[in-house]
């Protein structure tokens, strides 16, 4: 686990925590870097896999400073999928489900697969792999985020 602080003081609204979870370490330092630069979140999170990011949400799911407001999750990974974190991160406590909101990052387009998360709230965006800034600068432009900043 890595925790970068991001704290350049600006005007522009950010959320505290964003956590990426990805299996890739190249994919998750080129991701981290995007989030840093386009500052979304004031500090990130990596987890190495879906099993690691679960026992972090559960260890810390009473610490309102520990839980991250946006989660960026690959779906393909080994062994706990991103549609298995999915599975898993429903059964977390309601303190955690509201304030963790999913982006999905994939190398295809599965959003079929996704739509009971999209329906209940937790799957708020859909980005393609690789990460790039144009696709935080649209996230950042969409209603979801601006919601997620108020």
Same mark, same amino acid.
């Not at 602080?5 to 925590?17: I, K, S």
């Not at 977390?92 to 994939?106: A, F, G, H, N, Q």
């Given at each position: 686990m890595m925790i970068d602080n991001n704290t350049d003081q600006n005007d522009e609204a950010m959320l505290n925590l964003a956590m990426i979870i990805d299996d890739h370490?190249? /994919?998750?330092?080129?991701?981290?870097?995007?989030?840093?630069?386009?500052?979304?979140?004031?500090?990130?999170?990596?987890?190495?896999?879906?099993? /690691?990011?679960?026992?972090?949400? @559960?260890?810390?799911?009473?610490?309102?400073?520990?839980?991250? @407001?946006?989660?960026?999750?690959?779906?393909?990974?080994?062994?706990? /999928?991103?549609?298995?974190?999915? @599975?898993?991160?429903?059964?977390?406590?309601?303190?955690?489900? @509201?304030k963790s909101k999913i982006v999905i990052l994939s190398g295809y387009d599965k959003r079929s697969e996704l739509q009971k998360w999209v329906d209940n709230g937790t799957v708020i965006y859909y980005i393609l792999k690789p990460l790039k800034p144009g696709h935080l600068r649209d996230f950042k432009a969409s209603e979801v985020y601006q919601k997620m900043i108020v």
């Amino acid at each position: 686990m890595m925790i970068d602080n991001n704290t350049d003081q600006n005007d522009e609204a950010m959320l505290n925590l964003a956590m990426i979870i990805d299996d890739h370490d190249i /994919s998750n330092f080129m991701a981290q870097q995007v989030l840093i630069n386009s500052k979304i979140a004031k500090d990130t999170i990596i987890q190495p896999a879906g099993f /690691s990011a679960i026992n972090y949400l @559960e260890r810390n799911h009473d610490a309102d400073e520990l839980i991250p @407001e946006i989660i960026f999750l690959d779906l393909d990974m080994p062994v706990v /999928s991103g549609i298995d974190f999915l @599975e898993r991160f429903m059964l977390l406590p309601l303190t955690v489900r @509201e304030k963790s909101k999913i982006v999905i990052l994939s190398g295809y387009d599965k959003r079929s697969e996704l739509q009971k998360w999209v329906d209940n709230g937790t799957v708020i965006y859909y980005i393609l792999k690789p990460l790039k800034p144009g696709h935080l600068r649209d996230f950042k432009a969409s209603e979801v985020y601006q919601k997620m900043i108020v």
